[in-house]
């Protein structure tokens, strides 16, 4: 069968439905789910937000979207750097998250893990900062969800250190985000 081609397809009561409209309402559930996973390593060494050169996807009008962020980052020499992070969307959206990370200011990766209270219409581009030491890879995980209005546009993870230093912060490839669109 070509993927064009449509045939009815019969269901336990009788009726018919083309296999025309389950490969769109298919592809529709696959396109409503989308895995970006960062590439390659990005590194910065001041504390001045960037837009993150892999993290981010499309959203569309009148939608609420689910997320989950997960990110692992290092720092050469010291835990000084830390690491903020913010997310920016389209003007008119609202938006809630948490995140759950080492505490800033800790220096060693048995640190205290901090879970931010869950933030109601955050604004894009605030900000929540988290550790990151010298003692290996450092994970950070935010949760949220995002409801557009009449303003379709991207959804991106921005970050940076939270305390400039000349060293390393690294936001690592194989940090990665998955957005759906539930409603």
Known sequence: MEASEVRPVTI???????SADIAAAITAALAARVYVEKTANQIKTNNTL????????SVVTSSTYAFELVLFYTTATSATPDMKVALTFPAGCTASWSAIGLETGVTTAAGIVALNAWSESVTSGATLARSAT???TIVMVIKGRIKTTSTAGVFRLQWAQNTTTAENTTLLAGSHMIIEKVA
Do not use: P, R, T, W
């Not at 336990?12 to 083309?18: P, T, V």
């Not at 960037?50 to 996807?57: A, E, G, I, R």
């Open 50 to 57: 960037v837009d993150d050169n892999h993290l981010f996807s």
């Open 134 to 136: 010298n003692a290996g």
């Open 12 to 18: 336990a009561s009788g009726a018919k439905i083309l």
